[in-house]
């Protein structure tokens, strides 16, 4: 493989759980994500060389974790980046166990990732949106059981360009 790839590890959500974001995400303006690429990012690595992609792929056999009970109940506003989000009151000790696997697994094979926040765990909804006011929503289960690497492309089209995030490994989580 040649060339380099924008990459990023990340909690896939399954179709009743995107299905059901979709729906909170008429309660915020902006540009919506497409549900195909909602997601909770674990670990952004940028640019990576594409030869860097099979070692890459068998990290995720490495992270230790099972099946992540995430309760989503909580929808927020990013100012700074005008990023409305969803995610959770209370974040379960799980899912903090595997962010910090997999950056324990990232350091002893010396790949650098983006640390300049603190894990904030959240799926964007909407970019370019505005602080909104939220009715009461129904709380999401979701029972998180996939680990994926994912590359980030961006597509042009008439409406200007647009991110699409297309799997390049991915792995099941325990029960």
């Known amino acids: ?8 590890f990340a909690l896939w959500p399954d179709e009743s759980t995107r299905k ?16 195909e690429n909602l997601h909770i ?18 990290i995720l056999e490495q992270v230790s974790s099972d099946a992540i009970g995430l309760k989503l109940d909580r929808m927020g506003y990013f100012s700074h980046s005008r990023i409305s989000w ?3 009151k209370a974040i379960p000790p799980e899912l903090t166990q595997l962010y910090k696997g997999l ?10 990732y ?6 904030k765990p959240h799926i964007t909804l ?16 979701w029972h998180a059981n996939h680990l994926v690497l994912v590359e980030s492309r961006i597509r042009q089209d008439k409406k200007g360009s647009h991110p ?12």
């Open 1 to 8: 493989m040649t060339g380099s790839l924008r990459l990023f």
């Open 20 to 35: 059901a974001l979709s729906a909170w995400q008429s309660a915020v303006s902006g540009r919506k994500v497409p549900p």
């Open 41 to 58: 990012t674990l670990a952004f690595l940028g640019e990576q060389p594409a030869s860097a992609v099979p070692e890459l792929s068998r």
């Open 86 to 88: 969803a995610g959770m």
């Open 103 to 112: 950056a324990t697994v990232l350091a002893e094979k010396s790949i650098s």
């Open 114 to 119: 983006d640390r300049r926040n603190r894990f």
């Open 126 to 141: 909407a970019r370019h949106s505005s602080r909104t006011e939220t009715a009461d929503l129904k709380p999401i289960t």
């Open 164 to 175: 699409q995030y297309i799997p390049v490994a991915e792995r099941m989580l325990g029960n």
